[in-house]
């Protein structure tokens, strides 16, 4: 997956903040990089100006963020957030990482 400096920008924060929450694994794809613990907690893809974060959720988060929102089964939500710019990797997103991460241990 190739990604332009801006998406690279913008990924490399996101790594940079998963780092701080725990320890995991970047597992490259054709058209995606997961990442991962005992499973994929998250996914990252390129879009033609910014990065799609797919991240694993135990519920739906209402939040004007969330691009799509897919209920995989009763208890797992797949949520997509749109990253345009490094500081959109905030607080409120990390806090959704630390959710994902913890459903993946």
Do not use: C
């Not at 959720?57 to 209920?71: G, K, L, M, N, T």
């Not at 949520?79 to 630390?98: F, H, I, M, S, T």
Request: proline share 7%.
């Amino acid at each position: 997956m190739t990604m332009t400096p801006p998406q690279r920008a913008i990924y490399d924060k996101l790594v940079s903040v998963a780092r701080t929450i725990g320890p995991f694994t970047e597992d490259p794809k054709k058209t995606s990089i997961h990442l991962t613990r005992r499973s994929a907690f998250a996914g990252v893809a390129t879009r033609k100006d910014a990065l799609m974060l797919t991240l694993k959720s135990a519920s739906d988060i209402p939040s004007p963020r969330i691009a799509r929102r897919e209920q995989a089964s009763a208890n797992r939500w797949h949520l997509e957030v749109r990253l345009e710019k490094p500081a959109d990797v905030d607080g409120e997103l990390k806090a959704w990482l630390e959710q994902a991460m913890a459903l993946s241990v």
